[in-house]
């Protein structure tokens, strides 16, 4: 038989070392371990149960919004926190100081009994005339902020039973810019100043005009803020389909409400997983009259009845309910 050990002067060769044990994908399993753990941290945590209301603008149309806060609330569903735009953000903190029954019937008797007058007070020139006057605005604000102290029932932002946020357009750099404490009064204002219709509001050396104009419907806010449950109140219909323009001022107008729908509807398409997006369109198109407040009552009922239809027929998904 042959002498396994090795001659005399030649060291012993070591005993082989143990390979560490490898995993299907031929990684060492504390790579594996390792790697995992990674995996894990970059999961996103599931965002705790957040619902949130998106009052878009809409001018005159704002009646809308309220019939379906009125419905929203007879049906027990109450915002965590809420985001508005321009006539949203008018309606949101009325709703906010008052998120109950009786808050959103007074919202309603106010918007029924609301003239062109009330808003919008004439001057001494009229009709075409008054947007050749040497000055910022065709209108004083005097009556919106009047109607707004009335309505909203609290001094300061923060006072708000339910926290809201609404955003308005900066004149010094052109971006969004939001409003989340302070004096209410004035932060709606400048959300609700429509450009040349309502004079700029400044806050803090910034003057801001409408937040319609850079973000009419800001359901990325909510997103942002960790909404799970997005209700969004239009004045309009989801999809916009705007006639011809006839003179120079439709086609102006057209492309600004055109530009508003496209914004919307990029970010309603790229909905993070674990969002649910309720849309309440609102109807019509917008009026040619941006003083004409006579059909409020019937838009109120409108709204109700549009809530009260997606809600009684919610077998679908919000997106499906959304996408409609």
Not at 14 to 30: D, E, I, L, Q, Y
Not at 112 to 136: E, I, K
Not at 161 to 180: A, K, M, N, Y
Not at 198 to 216: H, K, Q, T, Y
Request: proline residues 10%.
């Amino acid at each position: 038989m042959t002498d396994p050990s090795p001659p005399d002067g030649v060291p012993a060769p070591a005993p082989p070392t143990p390979s560490a044990p490898v995993g299907a994908a031929g990684a060492p399993a504390r790579w594996r371990a390792r790697i995992g753990r990674r995996r894990r941290r970059r999961r996103p945590e599931p965002r705790a149960p957040m619902t949130a209301f998106v009052l878009a603008g809409g001018g005159s149309r704002g009646a809308v919004q309220v019939g379906m806060l009125c419905e929203l609330v007879d049906r027990g569903i109450r915002a965590d926190r809420v985001f508005g735009a321009s006539v949203g953000a008018v309606n949101g903190a009325a709703y906010c100081g008052d998120p109950t029954p009786e808050g959103t019937k007074r919202l309603a008797d106010i918007w029924r009994d609301l003239t062109g007058d009330d808003v919008f007070p004439r001057g001494r020139a009229h009709g075409p005339w008054t947007f050749f006057q040497q000055r910022a605005s065709a209108h004083t604000n005097t009556g919106l902020r009047r109607i707004i102290e009335e309505g909203i029932g609290f001094h300061l932002l923060e006072e708000a039973q339910v926290p809201i946020e609404v955003v308005t357009t900066s004149l010094t750099d052109g971006r969004e810019r939001w409003i989340t404490a302070g004096p209410a009064a004035d932060a709606v204002l400048a959300s609700a100043a429509i450009p040349a219709i309502f004079p700029p509001v400044e806050i803090d050396g910034d003057l801001l005009v409408d937040g319609g104009v850079v973000n009419n419907v800001p359901i990325s806010r909510a997103i942002a803020a960790g909404a799970t449950r997005i209700y969004v109140l239009l004045c309009g219909p989801l999809h916009f389909h705007p006639p011809p323009p006839r003179r120079p001022a439709e086609a102006v107008l057209t492309a600004f409400f055109v530009a508003i729908h496209a914004r919307f509807t990029r970010e309603l398409a790229l909905l993070p997983p674990g969002v649910e997006v309720v849309v309440f369109s609102g109807g019509g198109e917008p009026g040619s009259d941006y003083r004409d407040f006579s059909s409020s009552a019937e838009l109120i009922e409108q709204g109700r009845s549009e809530v009260a239809s997606v809600l009684d027929h919610s077998g679908d998904t919000p997106f499906e309910l959304a996408a409609r």
